[in-house]
């Protein structure tokens, strides 16, 4: 079946260390997209790429870095420096920017 | 980038019609008109979305004003597994523009 893969559902880690957060597509999109959401609020936009080996940030990517060396992957590091990382994080893809969008179903790191 | 007003929360009753309202005052010619809808715990899923004319799916109808400065999102028959936050967000498909979600509405169905 072809979807957009977000792992792990569930990661804990201390505070201090770098995590990287993975989402795969099998759906042969271009765009790729990462949000961040607090308990009771909206999506914010982190880091979106149009295509492989491009990405630009989006409204909150202070802390966060990207990479976009294949089609199908576009891992999120969550960095030291983000100053509050415990949030739910989603991942999606749509075949260009701006087109219907298909959502993984999210992480949600804890950091402790 | 052109912004969704939403209202916060809604409530219905099981198996009657919702209308969920979006205003979109300072939309573009070239803006589309996205509905998301997001379970509890999970991410969003697309519902629908239109230019300029009227919309049906299996899922739901959207009705956009002639002027497009407003939609209105129509559940024909609320379940409870209709419970959710709805998101009406404007996409441009020229280069530069991405998806941009606000706060959403809080729907509620009551048994």
């Known amino acids: 079946d072809g979807g957009i893969t977000q792992s792990p559902k569930y990661l804990f880690r201390k505070e201090g260390q770098n995590v990287t957060l993975s989402c795969e597509q099998n759906?042969?999109?271009?765009?790729m997209y990462w949000y961040r959401q607090d308990p009771g609020q909206g999506l914010r936009l982190i880091y979106y790429s149009q295509i492989v080996n491009d990405f630009q940030k989006g409204d909150i990517a202070e802390g966060y870095s990207v990479s976009r060396e294949k089609k199908e992957s576009f891992p999120l590091t969550v960095t030291s420096a983000q100053k509050n990382p415990t949030a739910f994080y989603l991942c999606a893809s749509s075949i260009s920017q701006g087109k219907k969008a298909f959502f993984g179903q999210g992480t949600r790191l804890t950091v402790v | 980038d052109a912004k969704t007003t939403q209202p916060n929360s809604m409530e219905s009753n099981e198996e009657e019609p919702v209308h969920l309202p979006c205003n979109h005052s300072?939309?573009?010619?070239?803006?589309?008109i996205h509905w998301y809808r997001q379970l509890p715990s999970q991410g969003p899923e697309y519902v629908i979305h239109g230019l300029t004319s009227n919309v049906n799916n299996r899922m739901a109808s959207l009705a956009i004003a002639e002027d497009r400065k407003s939609s209105t999102l129509i559940l024909h028959r609320a379940t409870l597994r209709d419970a959710a936050v709805y998101y009406c967000i404007l996409v441009n498909n020229n280069a530069g523009n991405m998806l941009t979600f606000g706060g959403g509405t809080r729907l509620m169905v009551k048994p």
């Open positions: 759906l042969n999109h271009d765009a």
């Open positions: 300072t939309i573009s010619g070239t803006d589309y």
